[in-house]
C-alpha cells in the first residue's frame, strides 16, 4: 500500500465547496452561507451557492430590480473567471472546457457550472463517444 490515498469524491466536492464560498467572499466581500457541489453526468460540476447576494443586491430585488443583479454579477463572472477555472482544474486534476455562473435574485442562490473536457476512459488517448 502507497503512502498516499486519493481522496474520497465526497471530500473533493466539500472542497470545491468550500473554494466556491472562498471565492465569493475574496471577490464579492461576502461569501453564501451555504454551499452543495454535485456532478451532473460525468464532465459536468454543479456548486450551489444560497443566501448569497450581498445586502445592496438584496435591496435592488425589494426595488424590482433584479435585471441589474443579473446583468452586474455576469461582469463580475467574466472578470474573475479564471480564479474559478483554476481551483476547480486543480482540485479536481482536470481541464475546465467551458464555465458558467448564473444567479437567482429572488431566490439569492449563485449556481457556478464547470464543464470538463472529456476522460479518456479507453486508455488509449480517444475521448468517449
Given at each position: 500500500?502507497?503512502?498516499t490515498q486519493e481522496p474520497s469524491s465526497g471530500n473533493?466536492?466539500?472542497a470545491v465547496s468550500n473554494a466556491m464560498v472562498r471565492l465569493h467572499k475574496e471577490q464579492l466581500g461576502r461569501g453564501p452561507t451555504n454551499a452543495r457541489t454535485y456532478f451532473a453526468g460525468p464532465d459536468?460540476?454543479?456548486?450551489?451557492?444560497?443566501?448569497?447576494?450581498?445586502?445592496?443586491?438584496?435591496?435592488?430585488?425589494?426595488?424590482?430590480?433584479?435585471?441589474?443583479?443579473r446583468e452586474s454579477r455576469l461582469f463580475l463572472q467574466v472578470a474573475s473567471q479564471d480564479q474559478f477555472i483554476e481551483t476547480v482544474e486543480k482540485l479536481l486534476s482536470r481541464k475546465?472546457?467551458?464555465?458558467?455562473?448564473?444567479?437567482?435574485?429572488?431566490?439569492?442562490v449563485v449556481f457556478e457550472v464547470f464543464?470538463?473536457?472529456?476522460?479518456?476512459?479507453?486508455?488509449?488517448g480517444a475521448t468517449p463517444t
Open positions: 500500500m502507497s503512502g473533493v466536492l466539500q459536468t460540476l454543479v456548486c450551489t451557492l444560497e443566501d448569497s447576494l450581498l445586502p445592496a443586491e438584496r435591496m435592488m430585488v425589494e426595488m424590482g430590480e433584479e435585471h441589474r443583479v475546465v472546457r467551458a464555465f458558467s455562473s448564473a444567479v437567482d435574485p429572488p431566490a439569492g464543464s470538463f473536457e472529456p476522460e479518456d476512459t479507453h486508455g488509449d
